[in-house]
């Protein structure tokens, strides 16, 4: 079992940058690939950008690709989702999810409580 918690969230202007991390315990987040997803008010959940176990391969949803960059530091157990030039439309709750599988879908094992991410315009 892993424990995930985000953090970072909170209410910025468009334009502006924020860092989610996402803290791991239970175990090492190095035998899991990493997710970040979002959701809006009124939405389903969306995907937002992986990454692979040791950090070398990165996918990225098309929407964010160019502005957020996701990482890792495995020796701090903490993964991070580097946000610039936000929009409004980048409003949701983040959630941070772990699987020992590479996934191209939402169907990670383990999941964070989530932060919320404002942007005003």
């Known amino acids: 079992q892993v424990q995930l918690v985000e953090s970072g969230g909170g209410l910025v202007q468009a334009g502006d940058s924020l860092r989610l991390s996402c803290t791991a315990s239970?175990?090492?987040?190095?035998?899991?690939?990493m997710g970040w997803f979002r959701q809006a008010p009124g939405k389903e959940r969306e995907f937002v950008a992986r990454i692979s176990w040791s950090g070398g391969t990165t996918y990225y949803a098309d929407a964010v690709k160019g502005r957020f960059t996701i990482s890792r530091d495995n020796a701090k157990n903490t993964a991070y989702l580097q946000m610039n030039s936000l929009k409004p439309e980048d409003t949701a709750v983040y959630y941070c999810a772990a699987d020992p599988r590479w996934l191209n879908t939402g169907e990670y094992d383990y999941w964070g409580q989530g932060t919320q991410v404002t942007v005003s315009s």
């Open positions: 239970g175990r090492a987040i190095s035998s899991y690939a």
